[in-house]
Protein backbone atom coordinates (compact mmCIF):
# COMPACT_ATOMS: atom_id res chain seq x y z
CA UNK A 1 0.00 0.00 0.00
CA UNK A 2 2.79 2.31 0.63
CA UNK A 3 4.62 1.96 -2.05
CA UNK A 4 1.30 2.57 -4.59
CA UNK A 5 1.31 6.18 -2.77
CA UNK A 6 4.70 6.52 -3.69
CA UNK A 7 4.19 5.66 -6.89
CA UNK A 8 0.59 7.62 -7.43
CA UNK A 9 2.25 10.66 -5.53
CA UNK A 10 5.30 10.44 -7.89
CA UNK A 11 3.39 10.38 -11.25
CA UNK A 12 1.26 13.60 -9.97
CA UNK A 13 4.53 15.44 -9.32
CA UNK A 14 5.47 14.12 -12.91
CA UNK A 15 2.33 15.16 -14.56
CA UNK A 16 2.27 18.53 -12.55
CA UNK A 17 5.81 19.44 -13.80
CA UNK A 18 4.93 18.29 -17.49
CA UNK A 19 1.64 21.10 -16.96
CA UNK A 20 3.96 23.85 -16.36
CA UNK A 21 6.44 23.30 -18.49
CA UNK A 22 4.00 23.26 -21.13
CA UNK A 23 2.84 26.47 -20.58
CA UNK A 24 -1.17 27.44 -20.39
CA UNK A 25 -3.40 25.95 -22.65
CA UNK A 26 -4.26 28.11 -25.16
CA UNK A 27 -7.65 29.81 -23.90
CA UNK A 28 -10.29 30.88 -26.67
CA UNK A 29 -12.29 34.08 -27.98
CA UNK A 30 -14.63 34.18 -24.75
CA UNK A 31 -11.69 33.45 -22.33
CA UNK A 32 -9.61 35.12 -24.14
CA UNK A 33 -11.10 38.33 -24.13
CA UNK A 34 -11.74 38.25 -19.88
CA UNK A 35 -8.13 37.46 -19.49
CA UNK A 36 -5.59 40.35 -17.81
CA UNK A 37 -3.54 40.19 -20.74
CA UNK A 38 -6.71 41.12 -22.60
CA UNK A 39 -7.54 44.34 -20.12
CA UNK A 40 -3.99 45.71 -20.86
CA UNK A 41 -4.25 45.07 -24.47
CA UNK A 42 -7.59 47.35 -24.52
CA UNK A 43 -5.99 49.59 -21.94
CA UNK A 44 -3.27 50.30 -24.60
CA UNK A 45 -6.14 50.73 -27.37
CA UNK A 46 -7.69 53.35 -25.17
CA UNK A 47 -4.65 55.48 -24.77
CA UNK A 48 -3.30 55.48 -27.84
CA UNK A 49 -6.80 56.50 -29.24
CA UNK A 50 -6.48 58.87 -26.81
CA UNK A 51 -3.23 60.19 -27.77
CA UNK A 52 -2.73 59.57 -23.44
CA UNK A 53 0.81 59.29 -23.27
CA UNK A 54 1.07 58.88 -19.29
CA UNK A 55 -1.73 56.21 -19.78
CA UNK A 56 0.49 54.42 -22.73
CA UNK A 57 3.57 54.37 -20.48
CA UNK A 58 1.32 52.10 -17.68
CA UNK A 59 0.78 49.14 -20.22
CA UNK A 60 4.13 48.87 -22.15
CA UNK A 61 7.68 47.61 -21.01
CA UNK A 62 9.85 50.45 -19.86
CA UNK A 63 11.90 50.16 -22.84
CA UNK A 64 8.92 51.28 -25.03
CA UNK A 65 8.97 54.54 -23.31
CA UNK A 66 12.63 55.20 -24.04
CA UNK A 67 11.71 54.21 -27.58
CA UNK A 68 8.93 56.54 -28.40
CA UNK A 69 11.15 59.13 -27.06
CA UNK A 70 13.79 58.33 -29.13
CA UNK A 71 11.77 58.00 -32.14
CA UNK A 72 9.98 61.24 -31.48
CA UNK A 73 13.31 62.98 -30.99
CA UNK A 74 14.90 61.32 -34.39
CA UNK A 75 11.74 62.65 -36.15
CA UNK A 76 11.85 66.33 -34.63
CA UNK A 77 8.20 65.58 -33.22
CA UNK A 78 6.79 65.39 -29.60
CA UNK A 79 6.54 61.52 -28.12
CA UNK A 80 2.55 62.08 -27.63
CA UNK A 81 2.58 63.18 -31.90
CA UNK A 82 4.16 59.69 -32.47
CA UNK A 83 1.44 58.01 -29.99
CA UNK A 84 -0.53 59.71 -32.05
CA UNK A 85 0.03 58.09 -34.96
CA UNK A 86 0.24 54.52 -33.30
CA UNK A 87 -3.49 55.20 -32.47
CA UNK A 88 -4.13 55.93 -36.35
CA UNK A 89 -2.76 52.56 -37.45
CA UNK A 90 -4.33 50.82 -34.59
CA UNK A 91 -7.69 49.32 -35.88
CA UNK A 92 -11.14 51.07 -34.21
CA UNK A 93 -12.75 48.09 -32.72
CA UNK A 94 -10.89 45.27 -31.47
CA UNK A 95 -11.40 42.12 -30.24
CA UNK A 96 -9.45 39.22 -28.97
CA UNK A 97 -10.21 35.83 -30.12
CA UNK A 98 -7.54 34.17 -28.31
CA UNK A 99 -4.67 33.57 -26.29
CA UNK A 100 -1.99 31.38 -25.17
CA UNK A 101 0.65 31.85 -22.07
CA UNK A 102 4.07 30.57 -21.89
CA UNK A 103 5.11 31.51 -17.85
CA UNK A 104 5.99 35.20 -18.07
CA UNK A 105 5.17 35.79 -21.58
CA UNK A 106 1.67 35.62 -23.97
CA UNK A 107 0.21 36.14 -27.49
CA UNK A 108 -2.89 37.96 -27.68
CA UNK A 109 -5.04 36.90 -31.15
CA UNK A 110 -7.09 40.06 -32.22
CA UNK A 111 -9.27 41.02 -34.95
CA UNK A 112 -9.48 44.04 -35.42
CA UNK A 113 -12.18 46.80 -37.91
CA UNK A 114 -11.27 50.09 -39.16
CA UNK A 115 -13.94 52.54 -39.96
CA UNK A 116 -14.38 52.78 -43.39
CA UNK A 117 -12.57 49.58 -44.31
CA UNK A 118 -14.55 46.47 -45.42
CA UNK A 119 -12.57 43.65 -44.06
CA UNK A 120 -10.71 42.94 -40.61
CA UNK A 121 -7.24 43.13 -39.70
CA UNK A 122 -5.95 39.97 -37.87
CA UNK A 123 -3.26 40.73 -35.25
CA UNK A 124 -0.88 38.80 -32.94
CA UNK A 125 -0.14 40.48 -30.00
CA UNK A 126 2.83 39.56 -27.96
CA UNK A 127 2.98 40.45 -24.03
CA UNK A 128 5.65 39.95 -21.53
CA UNK A 129 5.18 40.24 -17.60
CA UNK A 130 6.92 43.17 -16.20
CA UNK A 131 7.10 44.14 -12.69
CA UNK A 132 4.56 41.92 -12.27
CA UNK A 133 2.36 43.33 -14.94
CA UNK A 134 1.42 42.14 -18.25
CA UNK A 135 2.49 44.77 -20.45
CA UNK A 136 1.97 44.91 -24.29
CA UNK A 137 5.10 44.28 -26.54
CA UNK A 138 5.53 43.84 -30.13
CA UNK A 139 2.35 43.13 -32.70
CA UNK A 140 2.08 42.07 -36.04
CA UNK A 141 -1.11 43.02 -38.28
CA UNK A 142 -2.62 41.37 -41.23
CA UNK A 143 -5.54 41.52 -44.12
CA UNK A 144 -5.56 37.16 -43.23
CA UNK A 145 -6.40 35.17 -40.41
CA UNK A 146 -2.61 33.80 -38.91
Known amino acids: ?54 AWKKVVPAEASKQIEAQAKE ?12 GAMTPDENKVTGLKVDGSKATLSVTGKTKGEPKPSYGNVEMIQEGGAWKVGKQSWSDKPQ
Request: charge should be positive; avoid cysteine; hydrophobic fraction near 50%.
Open 1 to 54: MRRFLHLTLAALFVAAALSVAAGDPPKGGGDAAKSPQANVYLAWVKAVKAGDLE
Open 75 to 86: MKKKPKDVLEFL
